[in-house]
């Protein structure tokens, strides 16, 4: 995404660049099996796995290789529940997304996913079918155009 936002927010929750600090909420779902159960690896057992997560999440950003954002709660004591990345693919750029087991069921990812969405629209990107992909011309507005 050209020019990404380091933070955004909605009206219940804010996306940020995660950080070191993040590690014990990021184990606490990470380490979750039916959290991690359709993700492409197995529950973290160490949180030191954790933290070599975010040090990477932070050189993917600083490289373009993805964008991370952690999902907080808008609230005074902002809680980490999730993540939500966008990566190049073959296809363009996909959407990847992670949520804490007590979050489920609130609305919170679609929230974030439509933020992120309306991130990359305004961007000129596109949100297809799950994927992301560059629009070669901008008046391209729907999918399947």
Not at 105 to 132: D, F, K, P, S
């Amino acid at each position: 995404m050209m020019n990404p936002p380091e933070t955004f927010s909605t009206g219940r929750l804010i996306l940020r660049r995660p950080v070191s600090s993040d590690a014990e909420a990021v184990f606490a779902y990470a380490s979750d099996p039916e959290v991690m159960r359709y993700l492409s690896r197995t529950p973290s057992t160490d949180i030191a796995e954790t933290r070599g997560f975010l040090d990477r999440c932070a050189r993917m950003w600083e490289s373009g290789d993805a964008l991370v954002w952690a999902i907080t709660l808008n609230r005074e004591e902002v809680a980490l529940i999730g993540m939500i990345e966008v990566r190049p693919s073959d296809h363009g750029l996909e959407l990847g997304y992670v949520l804490n087991r007590s979050s489920w069921g609130h609305g919170y990812m679609t929230e974030a996913v439509t933020a992120v969405y309306l991130q990359a629209a305004r961007r000129n990107i596109l949100l297809c079918g799950g994927l992301l992909s560059y629009l070669k011309d901008p008046a391209i507005t729907a999918c399947g155009r």
